[in-house]
């Protein structure tokens, strides 16, 4: 079986990993024999078993045709001093997130199962804000104030090509000028920490690895759990939050991998190793007292 090494996916990374899975999705879509694993050099470098010819080109070409099929599309008006507004973002009312749900289900019905399995992603319809109301997104959903979940994730699709996405894949390193949606440990912007005042430095994103992380949600369901939301992989409450993910050194398909992520892997070294988990990383959660979130850089245990 043919192995294909993708230096530009780091299972260490919150984003890579995401990434990693996404691009999982697509490749299962071309053959569902190919599987996915992680190298033990150090590198954590993602790699695909099977089918991998021209990743960029899938890249793109996913991220073009989702320009007429988006089915995880969730908008909603909303009533600002300037007349309505229409907003593409998670943090929904719950009538419109209810909305969304029965149009997901309809197409679920007529065999589209995308819809339904990214609003399992986006949260639930029983978790509510009790501040505003609102529906309670996943504990990915790092965006606030003015900016939209989805909106950007429109921009971010629209801005992959098969040069960048190939660059993004093999070489890394990729970032430029936009907007992103903080899945990246580099990318975030503690004033603290910086020189510049944010606004001013602008930001930047590594699109075509963004697009990837999103096409893997779906991987990342939302349960309630009482009044609450319980996010795939993600441990801890309010301001202690944290991403936790295996590494594993054999390739796994897409249901295996679908496994492992449901899977708590806080035991002893040798009982991950029997399983073909050869180290977890774990990810703090930050956010900021005006609601943006960052991936704090991974802790990688053997």
Not at 45 to 60: E, I, Q, T
Not at 164 to 188: C, V, Y
Not at 205 to 215: G, S
Request: proline fraction near 6%.
């Amino acid at each position: 079986m043919n192995r294909l090494v993708l230096p530009g996916l780091s299972g260490a990374s919150p984003l890579g990993f995401l990434a990693s899975l996404g691009l999982l999705r697509l490749v299962h879509e071309r053959s569902k024999a190919t599987r996915l694993g992680f190298l033990t050099d150090g590198s954590f470098s993602a790699f695909v078993d099977g089918n991998a010819d021209d990743m960029g080109g899938l890249v793109a070409e996913d991220a073009a045709r989702a320009e007429e099929d988006q089915a995880w599309r969730l908008e909603y008006s909303k009533q600002e001093k300037n007349g309505v507004k229409i907003v593409a973002d998670l943090k929904a009312p719950p009538p419109a997130f209810a909305a969304f749900l029965a149009r997901c289900v309809d197409g679920w019905c007529t065999g589209r199962g995308d819809a339904v399995a990214y609003a399992a992603a986006f949260g639930t319809e029983v978790a509510f804000d009790l501040s505003k109301g609102n529906t309670k997104p996943t504990a990915l959903h790092f965006t606030a104030a003015n900016q939209q979940f989805l909106g950007i994730v429109e921009e971010i699709r629209g801005s992959v090509t098969a040069e960048w996405a190939t660059q993004s894949l093999f070489e890394g390193h990729a970032a430029r000028r936009g907007s992103n949606l903080r899945w990246d440990p580099a990318a975030e912007r503690n004033w603290a920490l910086m020189a510049n005042k944010p606004s001013v430095d602008g930001t930047q994103v590594d699109a075509p690895l963004e697009w990837l992380a999103f096409r893997a949600l779906p991987l990342l369901p939302c349960f309630p759990r009482g009044g609450r939301i319980i996010t795939t992989g993600v441990s801890g409450r309010g301001d202690d939050m944290r991403l936790t993910w295996p590494l594993w050194s054999m390739g796994a398909s897409l249901p295996t991998v679908r496994s492992l992520l449901q899977t708590e892997w806080a035991g002893a070294p040798r009982a991950r190793a029997a399983r073909g988990v050869f180290a977890v990383c774990t990810s703090a959660i930050r956010r900021t007292s005006q609601g943006f979130g960052n991936f704090g850089p991974a802790v990688v245990s053997p």
